[in-house]
């Protein structure tokens, strides 16, 4: 990280504003070779930024950022320029071209960003934790309220919060075993408190309550729910209506849906992940139809709900029977549907939309609720087998080894233990001006 770098951090020009950040060690230069001079830290100022005595680039208020108490941990600028295209081409120019050297001025190690680039110094500088990085990527692609309330609790560092005290409560009880194995001569030092395993209880029943959370996998993806039953059942023409979209092609022909389409939709708030699949049937000698058969039945066990269009009781267990299709001439009626529908009339889509938004509130995060992604969840679970593990065990060598255990996942969960492909992974997530 000893290159300088610089990115748009704005939206796409053209627009009012185009903001473009610099960091690192040679942000100060850098700025001063387009403004004429570092201005008062942390104030705006109005430059004219120039190339040469005679090209003029804009107008722009400056800001400067000494480090480290900065977003990135560096020396970091700010260029807030006109927001059209061709003045972000010119400036973005211009600070790539101080990397050779020219009238009189010395060569700078400055480059473009790659995404994410900026946050991953951040975290490398300590700035932000690995968990909070990961809170602040799910907020750039929140499109719910409940996603982003989610991610700014976790980017804000609660979770962060949490381990911290987690682990120290780990530290503490390691001290005590530590003293126990190497002063064990000294009486007020030969055994462990009588507390102790009552702890480690207490600190396993915390990580189990948190690991029974919901997920934010499904915040983020939207609870899967699958549109399922034979051909002609009525599946197609319900998924349109609920993604309020031609979507799928529906047609009286049996087997008109021969593969799986899903939708993502938001309803009141909640995200969905609608799926529609190809009609449930044995037999067929349509063999693209029988791979489309084979991927509904995969949906089905991927399925967070499955709404089922066929026989009565025939669908997979806890699905909800849908009695569709009821504005049909001789329709047989379901006993005990839980909802009955016309997806061409709307008769019944109300209540429907109602009860999914209802049911996927149980099984979201609360607004504003913490939910652990499925890394932070394995890591927890770690933690928890070594605390579980201590805790029946008597042997003090294998209770301290079964402790670092729960302290080497905290510590992978926000970041002081981690690899290098984890890293490209999330913070290439983000775009290149964050």
């Known amino acids: 990280m000893s290159e300088t770098i610089f990115a748009l951090s704005s939206g796409a020009p053209p627009a009012a504003l185009a903001v473009i950040r610099i960091s690192g060690k040679e942000a100060g230069k850098a700025l001063s070779a387009l403004a004429g001079a570092l201005p008062e830290p942390r104030r705006a100022s109005l430059r004219t930024l120039r190339v040469s005595r005679e090209t003029v680039l804009d107008q722009a208020l400056v800001l400067w950022f000494p480090g480290p108490a900065t977003a990135t941990g560096e020396d970091l600028a700010e260029l807030h320029l006109h927001g ?37 110094r951040a975290f490398a500088n300590g700035r932000i934790d690995l968990a909070e990085a990961e809170g602040l990527a799910d907020l750039l692609s929140a499109e719910t309220e409940l996603q982003r309330r989610a991610a700014i609790a976790m980017a804000g560092g609660a979770l962060s919060q949490q381990v911290h005290a987690w682990r120290d409560r780990v530290l503490g009880a390691s001290a005590g075993v530590e003293a126990v194995l190497d002063f064990s001569d000294e009486d007020d030092v030969a055994a462990l408190p009588t507390s102790f395993y009552a702890d480690l209880a207490s600190l396993a029943e915390e990580l189990e309550t948190w690991l029974s959370r919901p997920r934010a996998e499904a915040l983020r993806e939207g609870l899967r729910i699958v549109l399922a039953g034979p051909p002609n059942a009525g599946k197609s023409t319900l998924f349109n209506a609920l993604v309020e979209d031609e979507a799928a092609i529906t047609a009286p022909l049996a087997g008109t849906t021969r593969d799986v389409l899903i939708r993502a939709v938001a309803l009141d708030g909640v995200p969905f992940a609608f799926i529609d699949t190809a009609g449930l049937r044995d037999g067929t000698d349509d063999a693209i139809e029988a791979i489309g058969v084979d991927r509904a039945r995969g949906e089905l066990e991927r399925a967070d709900l499955v709404l089922w269009l066929g026989p009565e009781g025939e669908g997979p267990e806890l699905a909800w029977e849908i009695d569709a299709q009821i504005d049909r001439e001789g329709h047989d009626a379901k006993a005990h549907a839980r909802h009955r529908i016309s997806a061409k009339t709307g008769e019944g889509l109300d209540d429907l939309r109602r009860d999914l938004v209802s049911h996927g509130r149980s099984c979201l995060p609360r607004p504003g609720e913490l939910a652990l992604n499925r890394r932070q969840g394995e890591l927890l679970s770690q933690a928890l087998t070594g605390l579980r593990g201590a805790g029946v065990q008597s042997d003090l060598l294998i209770l301290a080894e079964e402790l670092r255990t729960a302290r080497v996942a905290f510590d992978s969960l926000i970041g002081r233990a981690t690899t290098e492909d984890m890293l490209d992974a999330l913070f290439g997530r983000f775009c290149i001006g964050k």
């Open 84 to 120: 059209g295209r061709a003045v972000v081409r010119a400036v973005e120019a211009a600070l790539a071209g101080l990397e050779h050297a020219g009238e009189g001025q010395p060569a700078l190690s400055i480059r473009p960003a790659e995404p994410g680039e900026f946050t991953r």
